[in-house]
């Protein structure tokens, strides 16, 4: 299987269960790896063979701007959703980061990493 991805789509959503978390938003990052036969789309070098990546990202970030969730756990599992709706993706490989939790320590990132197919 062929591996389309998007890495590092960024966006303030109000994502979290902290009041906090609702009311100021935060930046969330998503990676998003589709699994796909990308093989038509090569030979014949048409786009409609393929998955527009360009729509994907746009669809992702909505998701991230759009309705709130308390998890990203929610958040990933919506984009995995509307990624598997593209007719092509067979598999996809969906990574949301919450560089800004509230967490006490000291930390890089939090993230949720889910796959989802459609079998």
Do not use: N, W
Request: some cysteine; aromatic content about 4%.
């Amino acid at each position: 299987m062929d591996r389309v991805a998007l890495h590092g789509l960024k966006a303030r959503g109000h994502h979290g269960v902290l009041r906090r978390e609702r009311a100021e938003g935060q930046t969330f990052v998503v990676d998003v790896s589709l699994g796909l036969d990308t093989r038509a789309a090569a030979a014949d070098d048409d786009l409609a063979k393929t998955v527009d990546y360009s729509a994907v990202a746009k669809e992702a970030l909505a998701l991230v701007t759009g309705e709130p969730v308390d998890l990203i756990e929610t958040l990933a599992e919506r984009i995995a959703q509307a990624c598997l709706a593209y007719e092509e993706v067979q598999e996809v490989e969906v990574r949301v980061h919450k560089p800004d939790a509230p967490l006490t320590v000291p930390f890089d990132d939090v993230t949720v990493t889910i796959t989802r197919s459609r079998a």
